[in-house]
């Protein structure tokens, strides 16, 4: 009785082996990210005079109009518990040729849903 459970024991562990080294041997290819798509600063809708300079944050409340907009010198958290649609605005760029990292949050039961948008005027980036 004794040699037929380690018999059954001995067989699962075989047929365990088995199979992983059949799936270690499995070549699981990644889907390549696909680079960012960037869309003209002219299209972010937000004033010149307000956008971030290079390496710095900024909030913009779309909801709220310029002269509503809290002046701030970066993503403070206070501005990030405020429960209103905003917009994270990155300038990962230079003066001359900046670049924005646009995260859209927009409120939702239980928190945000968030959208990562990409402006620049120097054409497609990617290339």
């Given amino acids: 009785m004794k040699f037929d459970a380690m018999t059954s024991f001995l067989r699962s562990s075989i047929c365990v082996l088995w199979v992983m080294v059949l799936l270690q041997g499995c070549n699981v290819q990644k889907t390549p990210k696909a680079p960012p798509l960037y869309y003209p600063i002219s299209l972010l809708k937000v004033p010149k005079t307000f956008l971030p300079k290079p390496k710095k ?3 913009w409340f779309p909801d709220f109009s310029l002269a509503n ?3 701030t010198d970066g993503c403070d958290s206070g501005f990030l518990e405020n429960r209103s649609h905003k917009w994270l ?4 760029g230079s003066q001359e040729q900046p670049i924005y990292k646009v995260t859209q949050l927009v409120p939702v ?3 945000f849903n968030a959208k990562l948008l990409h402006f620049s005027d120097q054409g497609n980036l990617n290339e």
């Fill in 69 to 71: 907009q809290p002046y």
């Fill in 57 to 59: 944050c900024m909030v």
């Fill in 89 to 92: 605005i990155m300038n990962t």
């Fill in 109 to 111: 039961e239980g928190g």
